[in-house]
């Protein structure tokens, strides 16, 4: 299992799209855009702006969270506000590209087909 986690990460380039392992009960995974050149090594401590600290010499991703904008279906709004790190060793699964969405107020949302959705949660089975 650790061979294939380090194969997908060894995949992941800018603008890549992730989907993260999530630590939280009401959330299977979450969607992060990379940006960078994929896998980088902290030289240092450093914090995220949601939060989120981590120590010197971890392997890490940044880039922007999609966030659900409902509950019910997988569509997402990308919030480039808030730059996110994660650790590499819980990227999934490596989407194709999300269909957008143009909302009559403006609103540039993004859909995950439902077969990607799948596919994520069989990715994660027993992480």
């Known amino acids: 299992m650790n061979e294939q986690r380090e194969r997908i990460v060894d995949l992941i380039s800018s603008n890549s799209i992730v989907a993260i ?7 299977d995974y979450y969607l992060l855009k990379v940006f960078g050149n994929g896998a980088e090594v902290l030289s240092k401590s ?3 702006d949601w939060g989120a600290k981590y120590n010197a010499g971890v392997e890490v991703l940044r880039g922007h969270f999609y966030v659900k904008e409902t509950a ?3 569509v997402f ?14 990227a999934r699964f490596i989407c194709s ?11 540039k949302l993004f859909s995950l087909p439902e077969h990607q959705h799948l596919d994520i ?3 994660l089975n027993g992480f």
């Open 21 to 27: 392992a999530s630590g939280d009960v009401h959330e």
């Open 46 to 48: 450093t914090r995220d």
């Open 72 to 74: 019910e279906q997988h």
């Open 97 to 107: 590209e999300l269909e957008t969405i143009q909302t009559p107020q403006g609103k």
């Open 77 to 90: 709004q990308l919030v480039t506000t808030k730059v996110t790190i994660v650790y590499a060793a819980t």
């Open 121 to 123: 949660l069989e990715a």
